[in-house]
């Protein structure tokens, strides 16, 4: 019964594109059988039916060219005209009537031949543009699918509309789709170590605070094992920046992790190994040079000083190696007291000026600011930036040092006029192992890591550091600290 009635039914079949001949032209014949059984049969007067045949064969104009389109529509005109003719033929119209009678047929026929064009022509678009969209709907669908991460789609309400086989994986989720954005939280998941509340959910914030959220890392715990998932999410605004929905994309990089780990913790193990020997050598060199001058060999003395120095290097960048992996694994120690700030930045600079003859290193600090943290580490910072600072300006011979109060911290210049670096630069040199690759930079030794410890130890303090700079014109790097008095101290 269902069938037949979507058979009939011109609404069942919007979408689909199959229009046929046959249906029309036997419809457009039952109607005219029925008019004229009810002419001969039922009224037994063929003439009185000639307005409910001209209604009857219109509607069935629409009711086909809806049904069938332009076949349709066309079928039944036709069919309707040749009725118009059988009429004029079995009634005998004659002079006048007969006269009236075709004028009558050529202005039905052009009616019925336009309301078949029109609503054929219409009906065939509808479907056109339908198909279209079923079309790009599925275009997408294969796309979402086909994505190589977890991705889905809320709409305004929060209620998800849309996500793919690797969401339903990374959640466990089995397809459901009844999760509301901003309500529930995945009891198994933490940021930075804290649980998540529902509304912190990437996707929650985009879609209520039309915020845009790149790349955080949230931890899942599955089955006692840790999985990382990077999570990103937009809003999907309007041509008028209402919200329409919003969309989220998440990465398993729990391998990625791994690989780090691995990575760190081979590099730690390495430098330890590594620290041993160098330090014997490093302890007969010194005997040896003692024996040397001893006995008065100047050259050997020389000789064993540039050894020395270059010994110096190695363990400073064993020491850097360490300390990535201490800070990786959270085991950078500090020993923090209250110091004079401007007493370690002037010891630091002037043993810094012993290490350059090409550069003058000119300082101007006076803050009378006590600092509480571990001083040797901001020393290590001072070393690290004049250093720097001295290596990427060979062709310069100043270096300028400054210190100032800014509000209730100390602020640290070290500007130099050296390569510089452009601003897409500036924004990344804090990173791990970073180093600005180009024909400029690749002369310079380095591995990418003293400004990445001495942000991370500027940050354990409680400070900030940042760069301004311009290619070809110089770096200025800074860093502030909170100022402390005795009785502020941290516990
Ligand atoms: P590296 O051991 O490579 O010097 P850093 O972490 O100290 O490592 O610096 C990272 C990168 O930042 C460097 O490779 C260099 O390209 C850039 N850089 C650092 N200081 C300066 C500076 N004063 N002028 C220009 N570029 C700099």
Known sequence: MNRLVDYLNPFARIGKRSYSFVFPFFFTLLVVVVIELVGYVILKDPDRTSIYAIIATIAAIIYCSFRDGLKGGLTATVGTLLYYFHIIYTRSYQGERLESALIMVALLSSINFSVAMVIGWLRQTIDKLIEREINEKQRLEAVIQQIPAGVIIADKEGNIVQSNERFNKIFNNKGRLDIKVGKVTAPNATYKGKPVKPKQWPLAQALFNGRQVLG????????????????????????????????????????????????????????????????????????????????????????????????NKLTDLI????????????????????????????????QMQLTTQRHTLSLRCNTNAKIYGDSERVGQVLTNLISNAIKYSPHAKKIIIEGKRVKNN????????????????????????????????QTFPGLGLGLYISSEIIKRMGGKIWVESEEGKGSTFFFSLPIKDNNKKKA
């Open 216 to 311: 955080k890392e949230y931890i899942f715990r599955k089955k006692r094992v840790n999985q990382a998932i990077q999570i990103s999410a937009a809003p999907i605004k309007g041509r008028d920046g209402n919200i329409l929905a919003a969309v989220c994309i998440m990465t398993d990089v729990t391998a990625q992790r791994e690989l780090e780990r691995q990575k760190d913790e081979f590099i730690g193990i390495a430098s330890h190994e590594l620290k041993t020997p160098v330090t014997s050598i490093k302890a007969y060199t010194q005997v040896l040079k003692h024996n040397f001058s001893k006995s008065g060999d100047k050259d050997s003395v020389n000789q064993l000083e540039k050894m020395d120095a270059q010994l």
């Open 319 to 350: 020491g850097d190696l360490l300390d990535v992996t201490k800070i990786e694994s959270g085991q950078i120690q500090f020993n923090e007291s209250l110091f004079d700030f401007d007493k370690v930045v002037k010891e630091q600079v002037s």
């Open 410 to 441: 100390v602020e640290l210049s070290v500007r130099d006029f050296g390569i510089g670096m452009s601003k897409s630069n500036s924004g990344k040199v804090f990173e791990r192992f970073y180093r600005i690759s180009g024909p400029n930079n």
